[in-house]
């Protein structure tokens, strides 16, 4: 009943067909083929509930399945990436048989297929009525989900706790702990006039910018794992003109909320002081390794043994929507997906025979939650 081993070559040819449809978080013609594709692949799930939600710039499509079942799992991803279409990275691609490479095929629609099988194969167990479920797959994640993430925060007040399908690590590890992540703006506005003829009547935009990018960088700690990044800045026109606007986006990544809030209000005084537009973009918070998450993830690593394999796990300052689940203290395990590496690169690269091997290992973590052979009180 729990083998799922003849659905690899379907895996194969849905990851390519999805892989091959180019969904950069702003190609909207992209986002909605792709969406189209998702709904007709898990309406096979036969869910209570589905439909695609419409945010001001994204989407994302919900499906839920028995609510009213005493085990309520979060299952979600995300089918943005971030290769535009005009770039040649396109398609997928052999690089020998036990290699692919296309754009987002372990970043994370090898881990859509996994979710899709894995659950697929769960609804026809005889424990499937136990758990109830909720999938949200978001467009707008590869952003830091600006837009879902208060829906996504609205499912975790549903749900015991949260699969999610985001890629291992290189290694096949899988993350344990998270920094939280924040994205701002800084705007500063000036005064426009010619450098040589009038230059005094300006009023430089870059100069206050630029000294509170100076005073940003004085908060970057190795010490305590915290980085407070400028990852890019812009302004002015050219060099005979006083600029009158200037830009600069920031990063900050820290591994207690505390400290997050603590960087936050330094810079929003920084930015006061200078006379400077301070705007936040993104919040996750971060995503600590508690007693329930540790539970949940020793669970995970002895079903794995049972699969013949070792899994181990290990922290990293990435991010995702695994984090969100943290300001509600449900646990989560959010890199279910598949293995490989170079992601966010023409480089990305996936492992095949980790399709299957963690789409087995999910069917088998859930079908120990909804027997009775897990606890999923203690997560």
């Not at 290694?171 to 939280?180: A, C, F, H, I, N």
């Not at 399709?355 to 009775?372: C, Q």
Request: proline residues 4%; contains cysteine; negative net charge.
């Amino acid at each position: 009943m729990l083998n799922i081993d003849d659905t690899f070559p379907q895996m194969l040819s849905l990851l390519e067909h999805w892989v091959n449809i180019n969904t950069y978080s702003k190609n909207q013609e992209g986002i909605e083929r792709m969406m189209t594709e998702l709904k007709k692949e898990f309406l096979k799930l036969q869910p209570d509930e589905c439909e695609v939600l419409h945010f001001t710039k994204s989407q994302g499509l919900f499906l839920k399945k028995r609510k009213q079942a005493p085990i309520q799992i979060y299952f979600g991803g995300h089918l943005d990436t971030v290769y535009p279409p005009d770039q040649p990275f396109q398609k997928l691609e052999y690089l020998d048989k036990h290699t692919l490479t296309g754009p987002g095929v372990t970043d994370m629609k090898g881990g859509l297929v996994i979710l899709l099988t894995a659950l697929d194969a769960f609804e026809k167990t005889k424990n499937a009525s136990s758990i109830g479920w909720e999938i949200f797959i978001n467009s707008d994640e590869e952003l830091g989900s600006p837009e879902s993430t208060p829906f996504i925060e609205s499912c975790a007040e549903r749900c015991h706790l949260a699969c999610l399908f985001e890629p291992a690590l290189e290694d096949g590890s899988l993350v344990s702990q998270r920094k939280g992540s924040a994205n701002y703006m800084i705007y500063s506005k000036g005064r426009k006039a010619h450098a040589g003829r009038n230059p005094f009547e300006g009023k430089n935009a870059i100069f206050p910018l630029a000294r509170f990018i100076q005073k940003a960088e004085e908060l970057n700690s190795a010490e305590q794992g915290t980085l407070v990044n400028v990852g890019r800045v812009q302004g002015g026109e050219t060099h005979n003109i006083v600029p009158d606007f200037a830009e600069c986006a920031l990063n900050v990544r820290a591994n207690e909320l505390m400290t997050m809030q603590h960087i936050e209000k330094q810079l929003m005084d920084l930015a006061t002081q200078l006379g400077l537009e301070f705007q936040k973009i993104t919040f996750r918070p971060p995503k600590n390794f508690d007693t329930k998450t540790q539970g949940l993830f020793k669970a995970l690593g002895f079903e794995a043994k049972k699969l013949g394999f070792s899994l181990t796990w290990k922290p990293s300052g990435g991010v995702c929507d695994g984090n969100t689940f943290a300001l509600k203290g449900k646990p989560a395990i959010d890199t279910l997906g598949v293995c490989g590496g170079m992601i966010h690169t023409t480089k990305e690269f996936l492992r095949i025979d980790s399709l299957l091997e963690r789409a087995r290992l999910t069917l088998v973590f859930l079908n120990a939650i909804a027997s009775g052979q897990l606890d999923f009180e203690h997560f």
